[in-house]
């Protein structure tokens, strides 16, 4: 959802039939010959269409915690479902910005392409076409196995024994469900799990969910996606740079897209897992917002001297990524603190008995 909003999003910012209707000053200085091209949507209206969705997001982020805890991952996935349904039907049938930026906090470039050219309306129906994938989502949600663990620490062993047995494909699972009762018990046992995470023991842990979405967001991916349209229009459409552009997102695409979601999932320990993935995505979601909201200011003032900066940032956090990032690959969630105090410095920040700070 969050990809396909990106796409389709960024595409119909930059129709005249939208731009007309919603934001007439930007569209005036786009007919505008004389207007810079780096400068043509430079309008902090527009930017706020565009980052709305992602404050809105951060504040749901935080509530998303004891829901996944306390009722599962499927509720909370149809849940999302439902909100970014209502989202897409008000968006579509909006008559000026603030329904507009509501069907946003209530919730690709190929349907985006094609509904460019059905005028007055094509704008609705992209917005309205995120009605989709959110059905498919919310049905999907339906047939979601829980996983082991939320069940477990949800007091239903059995059932969580049952799903473990058919995700491993036998019943010969006694060593990890034990392991998985045990880890549960302890997750139990903490009662506040935001301040259990500021712990001295959960500290690197809590270094890489907040440094780890922010690296994400500072390649500059999402808002190179989303403005792509944008881009493209101020630049021309050159083979050298739609080649280019390709390679960045084949990088991206498997290195800090899947990576940048999955290693803060894997770092923490049961006991503060939900509260750690809260964490990791209102960072995502923090940084997202700023950077959509200054994206068209800095464009305009620092013109191409702006990717320059998404670049020194890939090269600072690929260092950073080389010597502080230990391997997570194979490590079972029980055991995920011991690889902590095998790293070269973090061992140095931890308390000199984790187990009793534990």
């Keep these: 959802m969050f990809g396909y909003d990106i796409g389709v999003s960024g595409g119909v910012t930059s129709t005249d039939e939208f731009l007309k209707e ?88 190929m349907i985006s392409y094609a509904t460019q050219r059905l005028n007055n309306w094509g704008w609705r129906l992209s917005l309205g076409s995120a009605a989709l994938p959110a059905l498919l989502m919310t049905l999907g949600g339906y047939f979601l196995l829980e996983s082991p663990n939320s069940l477990i620490e949800r007091g239903f062993a059995e059932r969580g024994r049952e799903v473990l047995e058919k995700l491993r494909e036998t019943e010969n699972v006694e060593a990890e469900f034990q392991d998985m009762i045990d880890a549960s018990e302890l997750a139990n046992s903490v009662k506040h799990r935001f301040k259990d995470i500021l712990r001295k023991c959960h500290r690197p842990q809590l270094i890489m969910a907040i440094l780890m979405p922010m690296f994400q967001i500072l390649t500059g991916t999402n808002c190179v996606l989303f403005y792509a349209p944008i881009i493209f229009m101020t630049m021309g459409i050159l083979h050298m740079l739609v080649i280019f552009f390709s390679l960045f997102i084949m990088g991206y695409g498997w290195s800090w897209g899947p990576l940048g979601w999955t290693i803060p999932s894997e770092i923490f320990p049961l006991a503060t897992h939900s509260a750690g993935q809260s964490i990791t995505v209102a960072v995502n979601l923090l940084f997202t917002f700023i950077l959509f909201q200054a994206f068209l200011y800095l ?9 320059l900066f998404f670049a020194g940032c890939v090269s600072v956090m690929t260092i950073f990524v080389y010597f502080m990032l230990p391997e997570t690959k194979g490590v079972p969630i029980e055991e995920v603190t011991l690889i902590w105090r095998k790293h070269w410095f973090w061992k140095k920040l931890l308390p000199a008995n984790l187990d009793t700070e534990s």
């Design 299 to 307: 464009l305009c003032a620092l013109k191409f001297g702006f990717f």
């Design 22 to 109: 919603f934001f007439h000053t930007v569209y005036e200085k786009r007919r505008n010959a004389h207007e810079n091209n780096y400068c043509k949507f430079n309008n902090q209206g527009l930017a706020a269409f565009n980052s709305s969705l992602y404050i809105a997001g951060l504040v749901a982020t935080l509530v998303a915690s004891p829901i996944t805890r306390n009722y599962g991952r499927r509720v909370s996935i149809i849940c999302a479902g439902i909100f970014f349904l209502i989202g897409a039907a008000v968006n579509a049938g909006s008559m000026n910005l603030a329904m507009l930026l509501l069907g946003r906090i209530m919730l690709a470039n």
